[in-house]
């Protein structure tokens, strides 16, 4: 088994050349994108261990050591591309920090802008960055999961990534046996989808 | 209205033009805040509304109580492992669990950790631009910076080709045209009271601070495994410790713990030498601006956090005491019991959700989360384009916690006032000496900037314990106590049926408590009480105003077309809006509206 998210011996952000990061709230229904295609990569590919997949929630600028460290940064999330529901995109290289400023909802979208513009103050922009984005279906859904339009893009999506990782000259290969989470196993799809109250509908 | 007197004793008066700053910029979450000025820009009427829906029980209730500080920590962006520990706390509360005293000093290093953090990312990332010129900081001039420096701190970062390295760094960044991270303030305005040279130096030190981070997140990989998001176990903490040469893979080795321990050195120097003189540096030129007090100088409350024995939340035990101050009255300071039924009550008259009756207020235990949107008779706009609220009915997402019916401020100022009125000796005497020095009064503390320095000055006070309770922990240990968790009733075969408990303690930004029922192994219900919920809280049946609102009233305006003064009040609370939306135009700015009506 891997060991995703415990720590080198130095419990150091400089430990890593490469970031994975994926972000957003799995609380808000398709917020939760970027979390659950980092879990998917994480369950199905091994990476060299100066690769972190990182779940990093909404965390905003608290990512930013985690950022700056990294000479390479892929990141997944959901973004308000204007398109129809469902519509996955890679984006690239200066383009990454505009369409992070896209219209949408949550709060860590501003941050994550944010986060971006300070590295490049501080001189440790990472020299690579790539964007996976899904178009939302349907956010403020508190305690709701995926939509299908959505969930039926994590797949091709963590496809994207691989070939991504590859032309960056990463070594990804496929597991069987990866039973490391990027997150809490109580907020593992299935036990997260299962256990939700019954409410009669959506939150206004 | 027109003009009214609170029960609380502020006056209220909404016949000037209205102001609106929706979002305000710079916070977690969403907050919007609506101003009445008068003919001379000074804000006579104040309302504050959280435009974002909330409600744990939606997404807990039926679920295993041993998961639940997992939903929690994403309830907020931020303060992430303070919402887990109050999760952990409030079902040992419920399950009758003893933690090991080695769990209680993890779980001490990793919340004074998270409070350091948090304020200092706070103070230079969110709050400096507030005082900071960061444009002006290029005229400056590197070598009166370089003696500015070495005046106050005996930082070695101080030479004048290090500042002026920083300086053309900032040059480039700010002539590359995306201001990005600057965006959104008010460069140039008169209402920035700093020279030149003190800009560079705060701006620097904001590039320090990103270091700083860098460093302290290690903390709480060591012992929570990850981070973000550290683990955390109902029972202790979720890390072994061994520290014989042959241990096992995975454990607290000594070699982590002296990382921790160079950290703490770091984080003590960072604070002593940068933070805190700056801060004294910054508000030596706004002695004058002593707006911003607010409900500070009436009522303040604290649950109390660290507890220097394990099991033990008395005052006995906390090292950053619990209380409430009411009325100004410094000299009596009351019990607070967070499981009293008439204690810590929430209404929602104002509150966009309904009960079955809106006079009374309701403990946390029988609370009820029943949303019910819609805009007040004289609000303007339509229900999904708000142009004015109406804080004569419901306007806000945030229900109105009140401490015997009285409205709160929560916080470091709150903490520190407490402390203060409890004669807590390292406190007073950190607090005295700082005043002496910058010939203030005690008064001087009500006001945005006492909310600011109180952060500061408490940073140094959480730095120090630190290392206290390192050498505590390290002393237990080597005692041959390695325990970080019990597990003995891990298992819910070992429950009673119908169990409630409450998890209390300090946030970065305040008091924060979680309430939790059990039935039948499941949650029953399942509420939290937060900071920024007692601080931005809309008014109450009786008619008294929120935190925020009351810090608002009575401060002049420069220009009401820059909301600057409002930013820097309400940032001074640190806000923290859980769950919340931020607008953003497809240029990818920030669409902060102003409006004046």
């Known amino acids: 088994m891997k060991t995703i998210d415990s720590i080198p011996a130095d419990g150091n952000p400089d430990a890593y050349e490469t970031l994975i990061l994926g972000i957003g709230n799995v609380l808000w229904a398709d917020e939760g994108f970027g979390i659950r295609a980092v879990g998917t990569l994480n369950e199905r590919y091994e990476f060299p261990d100066n690769v972190r997949v990182m779940d990093g929630g909404t965390q905003g600028i608290f990512l930013l050591p985690w950022v700056r460290a990294a000479k390479a940064l892929l990141i997944f999330d959901a973004v308000d591309f204007n398109l129809e529901p469902g519509t996955l995109k890679l984006i690239e290289g200066d383009d990454v920090p505009r369409f992070m400023g896209v219209k949408k909802m949550s709060m860590h979208q501003a941050g994550f802008q944010e986060v971006l513009s300070t590295a490049e103050l501080s001189g440790d922009l990472p020299g690579r960055i790539a964007l996976i984005g899904v178009q939302p279906e349907l956010l403020d859904d508190y305690g709701g999961s995926l939509r299908d339009s959505v969930r039926q893009q994590v797949e091709p999506a963590v496809q994207m990534a691989v070939n991504v990782l590859t032309a960056w000259g990463i070594d990804v290969a496929e597991t069987s046996d990866n039973a490391a989470l990027v997150g809490p196993s109580a907020l593992d799809i299935d036990k997260y989808e299962q256990g939700r109250p019954d409410f009669g509908g959506t939150t206004p | ?597």
């Open chain 2, 1 to 597: 209205m027109v003009s009214v007197t609170t029960p609380d004793g502020f006056n209220l008066d909404d016949s000037g033009k209205r102001v609106v700053v929706d979002p305000i910029c710079r916070i977690e979450g969403h907050l919007r805040i609506e101003v009445n000025l008068d003919e001379n820009n000074i804000i006579r009427n104040a309302v504050s509304s959280g435009t974002m829906w909330r409600g744990l029980e939606v997404i807990l209730q039926g679920r295993d109580p041993r998961d639940a500080w997992a939903f929690t920590e994403r309830i907020c962006g931020v303060c992430t492992g303070v919402h887990a520990l109050q999760s952990v706390r409030a079902v040992e509360d419920a399950l009758g669990i003893e933690i090991p005293t080695n769990a209680n000093h993890i779980r001490n290093l990793m919340m004074l950790a998270q409070h350091i953090h948090d304020h200092v990312v706070h103070f230079y990332h969110l709050h400096a631009l507030d005082w900071v010129d960061v444009v002006s900081a290029l005229s400056a001039d590197p070598k009166a910076t370089s003696e500015l420096q070495q005046s106050i701190s005996p930082w070695p970062k101080s030479s004048p080709g290090y500042f002026s390295d920083v300086q053309n760094r900032l040059k480039k960044f700010v002539e590359s045209g995306q201001l990005g991270i600057f965006a959104n303030a008010y460069w140039g305005s008169p209402a920035y009271k700093l020279p030149p040279e003190a800009n560079l130096m705060a701006t620097t030190h904001y590039l320090e601070a990103l270091d700083f981070q860098k460093e302290i997140v290690k903390i709480h990989t060591i012992f929570g495994g990850r981070n973000p998001h550290p683990n955390w176990v109902v029972g202790g903490m979720p890390c072994s410790i061994n520290i014989e040469d042959a241990g096992a893979v995975g454990a607290v080795n000594m070699a982590w713990l002296n990382i921790v321990s160079d950290l703490i050195d770091q984080t003590i120097d960072f604070v002593d030498q940068v933070y805190v003189p700056d801060l004294k540096a910054i508000a030596s030129f706004y002695k004058d601006w002593n707006y911003g007090g607010g409900l500070s100088s009436k009522n303040v409350l604290s649950y109390g956090e660290f507890p220097a024995y394990a099991n033990n939340h008395t005052n006995a035990s906390l090292m950053m005491p619990a209380g409430a101050i009411l009325n100004g009255d410094l000299s009596t300071v009351h019990d607070v019991d967070v499981r009293d039924p008439e204690q810590v009550q929430e209404f929602v008259v104002h509150s966009w959700y309904e009960y079955p009756d809106e006079a009374v207020g309701l403990h946390p235990w029988d609370g009820i989360t029943d949303p019910r949107y819609g805009l007040g008779p004289n609000a303007k706009g339509t229900r999904t384009n708000i142009e004015q609220l109406d804080e004569g009915g419901k306007y806000s997402w945030l229900k109105a916690p009140r401490w015997r019916g009285n409205a709160m401020e929560v916080g470091p100022l709150s903490r520190y006032l407490i402390a203060y009125a409890r004669g807590k000796e390292d406190i007073k005497e950190q607090v005295d000496r700082t005043l002496a020095e910058m010939d203030l009064p005690l008064e001087a503390l009500f006001s945005t900037l006492g909310r600011t320095a109180a952060r500061g000055l408490e940073s140094s006070w959480q730095a120090h314990k630190m290392r206290e309770v390192y050498d505590e922990m390290m002393a237990n240990i080597k005692r041959g106590d390695v325990a970080t968790a019990n597990m003995e009733k891990f298992d819910p075969s070992t429950w009673e049926t119908d169990v409630k408990g409450v998890g209390f303690g300090e946030a970065p930004r305040g008091a924060l408590g979680h309430w939790v029922h059990i039935k039948d192994t499941k949650i029953e219900n399942y509420q939290c009480v937060v900071p920024t919920t007692w601080n931005a809280s809309p008014r109450d049946p009786a008619g008294n105003i929120g935190a925020y609102e009351a810090s608002l009233l009575d401060t002049p305006m420069v220009n009401a077309d820059q909301p600057l003064e409002i930013l820097r009040t309400v940032h001074s609370f640190d806000p923290c809006l859980a769950c919340s939306t931020h607008v953003i135009s497809h240029e990818g700015e920030e669409l902060t509206t102003i409006k004046i009506r």
